[in-house]
């Protein structure tokens, strides 16, 4: 979700220079939303099963076909369509792309690097604009209802990897002190995350829980928002995109790379020196120390700071 919605960036620019331009983007079922209503992309093929998507890609023909991913279904998938493949020298089977553009700086922001790399085909960008998410008039209006013009506060929890998500109990405790200002806690989750939802919610007075809303409505929801605090994950990314103010609790990932881009927020982090690491668990403690590190007052003054 996180790398489909900071793409829009880089596209956005692209298709400003070169408004002509039609571009297709090759996405998983789940975040064909991420780009729902959004006029830089012209066209949006779904993935399917690996090899049906191959197939349905034998008859189309593009004048690039540039993979941002490197891996190997999508080495498969940029074979398929016929076209001239672009890749990075770095990736796996280079020498079966007809351009390869140079590595990107790791030490800048992804959005920053992917633009880097449209340079190198010929885009004009000294600064890349802001993430993009089209407006949703009908998912405004059921949030509007929905909240009965309560300032409100949206928590979402949840991240992929336990190494990036801090505490329920103390996004709990920032909720609580936010109460004090008189506002709302809404507090949402993705499939499967339920549990952790209400775990938040339910030491919080008059807290509403909204679970499993679809890409668009998600976004109006933090459209609205006074303020977004959760962890580094693809509805941060989202609230970066229709601009409202970030807490960002920060764990294990690099915070140059994949911080909110161009929008009001806080990353809070501490120093480690492992930091940044892959993430997929601790390597130098039992429980991923950086994460835990991150205490409730820091996140409450970043809070009152936005606020």
């Known amino acids: 979700m996180g790398d489909c919605l900071l793409l829009t960036s880089p596209v956005r620019a692209l298709k400003e220079q070169f408004p002509n331009f039609r571009v297709t983007v090759l996405v998983e079922s789940q975040f064909t939303g991420c780009f729902d ?12 099963r690996k090899y049906s998507t191959a197939a349905r890609l034998l ?3 593009f004048d690039a076909i540039v993979n941002l991913h490197g891996g190997p279904t999508s080495l498969l998938y940029a074979c398929m369509a016929w076209g001239r493949r672009i890749g990075v020298e770095h990736y796996q089977y280079a020498k079966l792309y007809n351009g ?8 800048v922001h992804t959005v920053e690097s992917t633009t880097n790399l449209l340079q190198w085909l010929g885009l004009q960008c000294e ?8 407006f949703h008039a009908k998912e405004s209006a059921r ?3 929905r909240l009965r013009g309560r300032p409100y506060v949206v928590i979402h929890p949840a991240s992929v990897m336990a190494t ?7 996004f709990a405790h920032v909720g609580q002190a936010l109460t004090e200002r008189g506002l709302t806690i809404v507090v949402t989750a993705g499939p499967d995350e339920g549990t952790l939802a209400i775990q938040v919610a339910k030491d919080i007075s008059s807290t509403v829980i909204l679970l499993g809303l679809s890409i668009p409505a998600l976004a109006e929801l933090i459209r609205g928002a006074r303020l977004y605090i959760g962890n580094d994950s693809g509805p941060m990314h989202l609230a970066a995109a229709v601009g409202t103010p970030i807490v960002a609790v920060w764990g294990s990932s690099d915070s140059r790379r994949w911080r909110p881009w161009k929008v009001a927020h806080r990353v809070v982090q501490n120093p480690f020196e492992c930091n940044p690491c892959p993430g997929h668990r601790c390597l130098v403690a039992d429980s991923p120390l950086c994460i835990e590190s991150v205490t409730v007052e820091q996140v409450c003054l970043a809070a009152e700071e936005l606020l």
């Open 37 to 48: 209503g959004n006029p830089d992309f012209d066209e949006i093929l779904v993935t399917e």
């Open 59 to 61: 008859r189309r023909r």
């Open 100 to 107: 390869l553009m140079p590595r990107p700086d790791s030490g």
């Open 127 to 134: 600064e890349p604009p802001p993430l993009r998410y089209e």
């Open 143 to 145: 949030i509007k209802e």
């Open 164 to 170: 990036k998500k801090w505490e329920a109990c103390r």
